[in-house]
């Protein structure tokens, strides 16, 4: 939403970047590319350090090396916070929502950084309190509309059911028109219905202008909405291309794909 | 704390308390002139105000401290030095030995970063460092001799000479922190702290400057406690280090648990139980405490909603039978919530 203006077709760019936890490198000299307005793919075996590449690009841990692009920005050193003011925001793989909020509140939360309003401004029920208050609802209804929940505003995130409560975290997340939406397996737990209209949200999503890195397990998910996948194995890229070229790639096939990837493949 | 952006439901739900209890307030020392007992509601009123603040820092934000004694005491005796040593007028001091507070929590800034218990142990430390200041710079608070010669409050130049005033004083003093809290539900500011307690991670990623609203509530409770500790000072007249201990925190962390975390009036109903309730039991003497003890474990097993809850739930099951024989419906729908 804030980025500053930058013609070039990447809107992240990670440069050889790492990530060391004690003696085990679990990203290790990454490079990726993320091109603007498209959904990017991001797959591997377990323990691959998908997670944790996301999770250095929306910056819960800080690279060991290497570094981090946005737009036009270096973003290296940036926390958390400063990353989703600027535009990145993220869902989270084991569901982070606010169980005691509603519905509503909790896509609130998500427009935090959007308003000003403090302390004195809620005590004095200041015109900035009363304005904000009102187009935070007016968005926020407007997000649990575009994400299917509009109905189940006002119940408790936590009596959600699963399916629901998914939904929700990408709802908190898009609330704000990020630049650059984390989705950390979006589909997990979900059945196949569920799972179809996960990715046809994501489709609509990028199609709204927000480009997408997807951590996700559910194959058809993966291939039937990324525009491009980086594949990672044992921490390190394995393969960059588009979702054709990745089915065909020998050495994600051995990988990934292969005798145990049959297997997995099945069980998504 | 929830119900934002359904303001009708939640207004009509608890608008005729609040009134009934104001206007109970205001009759009350008509009702009840006894010195005394006017004292002890005062005394119940200052330990309200620092219970609030006690409140938004555990109850909203999730922050524990068991430093509060530290907050209280600051703002009592930097309203006692304020107009018993340089002569300035008591609303002035009042406000004051909330700044000074407020400003002495500043030191807690760095420590905002810790949690749970080790955040606890931290306002513990602190608490205890002011304690000592207390106790050892007796040039300045009179030691463990304690502070004497505090003049009464005086408003707008009318000295508040009997307890009634000073009642009066004190209760309108809570009733504005009350009313100035619970402004805070519903709000930008209110929905972020509470965001930073149910899960701090989800609330940076969606932007918010988690170190900063902790340290904001901090202040805020510290401000009222000091605010607090004035109105003590005043009403009291006498300041001993030993008002100020470990214990006194412990106290104000009593009366947040057993009225409800969470809970602004809960707050309240724990200050009016923890200072009013070793009174009543004055009559059985030595055995006040140990009664006092065990009433305390009691109402936890009631559950965690503490008093708060327990009189919510009370409210809906006499609504309910009311409404049953009102309208002779079959029994088996109080349950719903």
């Known amino acids: 939403m804030s980025t500053t203006a930058d013609d070039g077709a990447w809107l992240l760019q990670a440069r050889s970047v790492s990530r060391r936890f004690g003696g085990l490198l679990a990203v290790d000299a990454v490079d990726l590319a993320v091109r603007r307005g498209s959904v990017h793919g991001l797959i591997g075996p377990n323990g691959a350090g998908k997670t944790t590449l996301l999770n250095l690009v929306a910056g819960v841990y800080r690279v060991s090396s290497g570094m981090l692009r946005f737009g036009a920005r270096d973003i290296t050193q940036h926390s958390t916070a400063k990353r989703a003011r600027a535009g990145i925001r993220r869902t989270f793989q084991n569901l982070k929502l606010f169980g005691e909020m509603t519905a509503l509140e909790n896509v609130a939360i998500g427009l935090h950084a959007q308003m000003r309003a403090g302390f004195f401004d809620a005590v004095l029920s200041t015109p900035r309190h009363r304005r904000e208050e009102r187009s935070i609802r007016d968005r926020s209804m407007a997000v649990l509309h575009f994400v299917g929940l509009a109905g189940l505003a006002h119940v408790r995130a936590g009596a959600l059911a699963y399916g629901h409560r998914r939904q929700l975290e990408i709802a908190r997340a898009i609330v704000a028109r990020p630049t650059l939406l984390l989705l950390d397996e979006p589909a997990a737990g979900l059945n196949v219905t569920e799972a179809a209209h996960v990715s046809e949200l994501i489709a609509r999503i990028r199609d709204d202008g927000t480009t997408v890195i997807l951590v996700e397990h559910h194959m058809d998910v993966v291939m039937r909405v990324c525009d491009e996948i980086t594949v990672l194995n044992y921490g390190r890229r394995l393969a960059h291309g588009t979702p054709g070229q990745i089915q065909e790639d020998p050495g994600v096939i051995e990988a990934y794909l292969g005798r145990s990837g049959e297997n997995e493949r099945a069980q998504a | 704390m929830s119900a934002s952006f359904d303001p009708s439901a939640r207004r009509r739900a608890v608008r005729p308390v609040t009134l009934l ?38 109850g909203y934000s999730g922050q524990l401290s068991i430093g509060q004694a530290a907050f209280y005491g600051i703002g009592a005796y930097t309203s006692a030095l304020l107009t018993a040593k340089l002569g300035v007028p008591f609303p002035l001091a009042l406000v004051g030995a909330g700044a000074a507070a407020a400003i002495a929590s500043l030191l807690m800034v760095p420590i905002t970063r810790l949690t749970g218990a080790y955040l606890a142990v931290a306002t513990l430390g602190f608490s205890i460092i002011v304690y000592l200041f207390i106790q050892n710079e007796e040039w300045l608070t009179g030691g463990s001799y304690g502070f004497i010669g505090i003049p009464r409050a005086e408003l707008f130049g009318y000295v508040l000479r009997d307890q009634m005033s000073s009642y009066y004083l004190n209760v309108g003093v809570a009733a504005i922190v009350y009313f100035t809290f619970a402004r805070i539900e519903g709000s930008r500011f209110g929905r972020a702290i509470n965001a930073i307690r149910q899960d701090a991670d989800a609330a940076r990623a969606s932007g918010i400057g988690v170190t900063l609203l902790k340290s904001e509530c901090f202040v805020i409770a510290a401000f009222v406690a000091g605010v607090a500790g004035s109105l003590y000072a005043h009403e009291v007249r006498y300041l001993a280090p030993n008002d100020f201990t470990f214990w006194k925190s412990i106290e104000m962390l009593i009366m947040v648990v057993i009225g409800g975390v969470g809970s602004l009036a809960g707050a309240i109903l724990g200050a009016a139980v923890v200072v009013g309730l070793p009174e009543y039991l004055r ?13 305390l474990i009691a109402t936890m097993l009631f559950g965690e909603g503490g008093l708060a809850a327990l009189f919510a739930t ?24």
């Open chain 2, 283 to 295: 009559a059985i003497g030595d055995y006040r405490m140990l009664v006092f003890g065990a009433i």
């Open chain 2, 21 to 58: 209890v104001v206007a109970a307030l205001i009759v009350l020392p008509w009702i009840e002139p006894d010195k005394f007992a006017l004292h002890i509601l005062s005394l119940i009123a200052i330990a309200s105000i620092a219970a609030m603040g006690l409140q938004v820092l555990l």
């Open chain 2, 314 to 337: 009370l409210g809906r099951r006499v609504a309910a039978v009311a409404m049953r024989s009102a309208s002779k419906l079959p029994p088996g729908n109080e349950a719903a919530r």
